[in-house]
């Protein structure tokens, strides 16, 4: 399973299966030889069970990838009745789209925007759920472990409408906080409005809904950690942070990489519902994000190719990292999302 | 070399190498720990005791209510009773069925296509899946697609566009490729085609993946806002989350259409606090009963699940 790697894009989603991706050995053999009629006689029921799904992934996901060629036409969604027409009827303008793009500061806001969010979460976010894994491997009580890891999990399942509205009823200016610090005399702050410490709270927002969630893929590997490991380092002097950093770390290295390099590829998308619910609220300057921009100024606003070029150039240059990102993997020696092949 | 059953191990007891912990770490931990769970119960509980206070209660408190006082439903009596709520609740509930099966089905009947290494097509096949979580084919074409098919203000809008997850269709096609080839093979001595299989032999023995995977489809339909933002126009046809944020968030951020929220049946009298909080409760209930299912398997520990081996 050369590709095996590629499970791993969502590695928290974790599922019951996936033991081993090895399958089973080699079954059935070879049988390059058999002609093709034969092979079709064989497999068709199976290629037929995987037409629907194959149907709906090219319609749905590649053919608006080869879409994006409206990046380079003046796109005019009324030039004909459908977007096909409208297609054959637009203009090409070549690179336009581009230099509209580029040379539109709110463009810049958005993305230094997003590249901030996504620097500052991975300081401030990233690492936690690490911490929380150790911690909770820490609890001897398998009753208790139990009882937090249920309910730290459980906000991974609200809507980011819930969490926020979780956040505006505790932290809003009207919340619960707020109300209670009227009560003892407090001048309360609206944390929720404030553009400046936007950057802070959607990175609670997404340790409140995530930080458990997160910790899942390290505890597996904390478990996977062998025991004799720390058994020999504590016989031989290591101290319980001593250990810590000589065999718990080390465990953990390659999922640390693994989960580094696909934030990095997702550098350009720090999602998308949490900044578009929150944006009138703190105002534009804080919560443009790139996709929040190519909502409002393109498809709000119907400027089509102006959106596709900055959807090309968000794909382009997340190919770009998670590729580059690998590769800086495999030179330190680690393994990346897919193998080398 | 870490690839294991990842069951976490039953740490019951200290072993003998290892220190006593010091009287600070333990201090320490308990009260991170602490503060976490309370981090996330506080809020769910202050939210339902809201829901369920009079008028009163909340007058009292100042907004909203930590300490019960009384049991007082009709908050939920007045969003049942009809209007967008319940339509949106109703929506909700259709979307959800008819999307996880939808996605379900095709997953699960993809991922056995997929489950035998050799066979016709099976690299480039695999490969169009598994290409999707390099290829991101942006915002703009996805809704021109979308609209032009004339999906807009359809429950398919919502469906179609992230109907199949790669994602899950690799998990269960892992687990599939980890029935013994023995069962299958003598299955088909016997007779039966690879549709029978499927569902005789296979399925019988990967529900727990599939109800896992059947439930994260179920919380992503559940909890769809960007895409009826999108492709739902109709407030009479928004889903639950949609009707949420006008109700919830509007009151902090104008609703995001940027016009002013009509909402029928209750436009008339604000909804009051415990309506709000009700309306959350609503939106909380499924991925809170559906919840116990998949967890179980979580802290199980069967789940290493992605980590490569």
Redesign the interface.
């Given at each position: 399973m050369s590709r095996a790697g590629l499970d791993t894009v969502d590695p928290v989603v974790a599922a019951p299966a996936a033991t081993t991706v090895t399958g089973r050995p080699a079954s059935p053999p070879r049988r390059r030889r058999m002609p093709l009629r034969a092979r079709l006689r064989r497999d068709w029921p199976l290629l037929a069970m995987t037409a629907p799904a194959a149907l709906v992934v090219l319609i749905f996901h590649y053919v608006p990838t080869l879409g994006n060629i409206i990046a380079f036409q003046d796109y005019n969604p009324f030039a004909g009745n459908n977007p096909v027409e409208s297609f054959i009827a637009s203009e090409w303008i070549g690179f336009g789209n581009f230099e509209a793009l580029f040379s539109n500061p709110l463009f810049w806001d958005a993305l230094r925007n997003t590249l901030a969010i996504t620097a500052f979460q991975l300081v401030f976010y990233f690492p936690l759920p690490i911490f929380l894994a150790i911690l909770l491997n820490s609890v001897m009580s398998a009753k208790i472990r139990a009882f937090i890891q249920s309910v730290v999990y459980l906000p991974h399942f609200f809507s980011w409408v819930l969490v926020i509205t979780f956040f505006v009823q505790m932290l809003g200016g009207a919340g619960l906080l707020a109300q209670e610090l009227r009560k003892a005399g407090l001048e309360p702050w609206n944390i929720m409005t404030n553009p400046d410490t936007f950057i802070i709270l959607v990175t609670a927002e997404t340790v409140w809904k995530d930080l458990g969630w997160g910790a899942i893929v390290f505890l597996a590997a904390l478990s996977a950690i062998d025991q004799n490991l720390y058994e020999a380092a504590a016989v031989d002097g290591a101290g319980r942070w001593r250990r810590l950093w000589h065999v718990t770390l080390p465990g953990l290295r390659p999922v640390i990489v693994l989960l580094l390099i696909l934030r990095l590829g997702d550098a350009l998308s720090v999602g998308f519902e949490q900044f578009i619910l929150q944006r009138e609220a703190v105002g534009r300057q804080a919560a443009e994000v790139l996709d929040t921009f190519v909502y409002y100024n393109a498809i709000v606003t119907q400027q089509y190719g102006l959106g596709a070029a900055a959807g090309l150039f968000k794909a382009v240059v997340g190919l770009v990292l998670i590729l580059a990102a690998n590769k800086l993997a495999h030179r330190l020696g680690e393994q990346g999302v897919y193998a080398r092949s | 070399m870490?690839?294991?059953?990842?069951?976490?191990?039953?740490?019951?007891?200290?072993?003998v190498?290892?220190?006593p912990p010091s009287i600070p770490g333990l201090i320490g931990?308990w009260v991170?720990?602490t503060v976490?769970?309370l981090?996330?119960?506080?809020?769910?509980w202050?939210?339902v005791v809201t829901s369920l206070s009079s008028r009163q209660t909340i007058n009292e408190?100042?907004?909203?209510v930590?300490v019960p006082k009384g049991f007082d439903p009709s908050a939920y009596v007045t969003i049942f009773s009809g209007g967008q709520v319940a339509r949106a609740v109703w929506t909700s509930v259709i979307l959800t069925v008819v999307g996880t099966a939808f996605s379900l089905s095709?997953?699960v009947?993809?991922a056995?296509?997929?489950?035998?290494?050799?066979?016709?097509?099976h690299r480039p096949?695999?490969?169009?899946?598994?290409l999707?979580?390099?290829?991101?084919?942006?915002?703009?074409?996805?809704?021109?697609?979308?609209?032009?098919l004339g999906l807009k203000n359809t429950i398919w809008a919502l469906i179609?566009?992230?109907?199949?997850s790669?994602?899950?269709?690799?998990?269960?096609r892992?687990?599939f490729?980890?029935i013994?080839?023995e069962l299958i093979d003598s299955a088909r001595i016997d007779g039966a085609?690879?549709?029978r299989i499927?569902t005789r032999i296979v399925m019988p023995l990967?529900k727990?993946?599939i109800a896992?995977?059947g439930l994260?489809y179920a919380?992503g339909y559940?909890?769809?806002?960007?895409n009826a933002?999108?492709y739902i126009d109709d407030n009479d046809m928004w889903p639950v989350?949609r009707v949420?944020?006008s109700y919830?968030?509007a009151g902090?951020?104008?609703s995001?259409t940027g016009t002013p929220v009509n909402l029928p049946g209750i436009t008339a009298t604000p909804p009051t606090l415990a309506i709000k909080?009700a309306v959350?409760v609503v939106?909380?209930i499924p991925?809170?009963l559906?919840?116990?299912f998949v967890?179980r398997?979580?802290?199980k520990?069967?789940?290493?699940?992605?980590?490569?081996?």
């Open positions: - | 870490r690839r294991t059953a990842g069951a976490s191990r039953s740490r019951s007891a200290r072993p190498w290892e220190e931990k991170v720990l976490i769970v981090a996330v119960l506080v809020p769910m202050s939210v408190a100042g907004g909203m930590m095709l997953t009947l993809a056995y296509g997929l489950s035998r290494p050799g066979s016709l097509l096949l695999l490969f169009l899946f598994l999707t979580f390099l290829i991101y084919p942006g915002l703009v074409p996805t809704y021109l697609l979308v609209t032009g179609f566009a992230g109907a199949i790669a994602f899950n269709l690799v998990v269960i892992a687990f490729m980890n013994p080839s085609g690879e549709f499927l990967s727990a993946v896992v995977v994260f919380v559940w909890n769809v806002y960007f933002l999108l989350q949420l944020q919830i968030l902090q951020s104008p995001v909080m959350v939106t909380i991925a809170v559906v919840y116990p967890q398997h979580f802290t520990g069967v789940i290493t699940g992605a980590i490569k081996g």
